[in-house]
């Protein structure tokens, strides 16, 4: 692997990473309980991010994908079919279902090189790409969704801290975040109207 795909790939990891730190540890109820007026919620955003990693690394690269439940998701033409994941998996089905759906991508990533043609049909522009840009989209993709993550877990039972290697918060204690709240909610409320 070269030096621009292993770092891409770290970035990836960590991303992957931070995902599923926020989905782990929840209940059923929990983990499925929307906290937006578009029904974001954990297990929502973990079945989108698996079918998603299968799609990229999987449909757009041509690679052979034998499981008939993704395929069969991959072909809907809804876009938020992904964001509902069955009643009938459960939490920790869907965080093995995310695992594998990432052990999938970065065998495919692995197998190829970074400019491996690859094609997006659900691209307007640039649907003849390559290795190299689904690598770059996913990380932002997942970047973005565990950001949604963070704010949902938060909401949910407190959980912050991006992963547990690095949780990229300030050891703060409990009265020092009322603090920075206290502080932040002043500010929003003396800002001038303009």
């Not at 955003?45 to 998603?52: E, K, N, P, R, S």
């Not at 990229?56 to 992904?82: E, H, K, M, S, V």
């Not at 052990?103 to 970074?114: N, Q």
């Not at 491996?116 to 390559?130: D, K």
Request: aromatic letters at 8%; charged letters at 25%.
């Amino acid at each position: 692997m070269d030096h621009s795909k292993e770092l891409l790939q770290e970035y990836l990891t960590d991303a992957r990473e931070a995902v599923l730190y926020k989905a782990q540890g929840l209940s059923e109820q929990l983990a499925r309980k929307p906290l937006t007026p578009t029904g974001t919620h954990i297990l929502g955003v973990l079945h989108h991010l698996a079918i998603t990693e299968y799609g990229y690394f999987g449909q757009c690269l041509n690679r052979t994908i034998d499981d008939p439940y993704i395929q069969n998701l991959l072909d809907i033409d809804d876009p938020q079919t992904d964001f509902l994941p069955p009643a009938q998996l459960s939490a920790d089905e869907i965080i093995k279902l995310y695992q594998e759906s990432t052990a999938f991508a970065d065998a495919g990533i692995h197998a190829l090189p970074l400019n491996a043609p690859a094609e997006v049909p659900w691209w307007i522009r640039r649907r003849n790409t390559t290795l190299e840009h689904l690598m770059v989209h996913m990380i932002a993709e997942t970047s973005r969704h565990a950001g949604h993550l963070d704010i949902v877990r938060e909401q949910l039972d407190g959980f912050v801290g991006l992963r547990a290697a690095a949780p990229n918060l300030p050891d703060y204690s409990a009265t020092q975040w009322a603090e920075q709240y206290e502080a932040i909610e002043r500010l929003a409320t003396n800002t001038k109207k303009e």
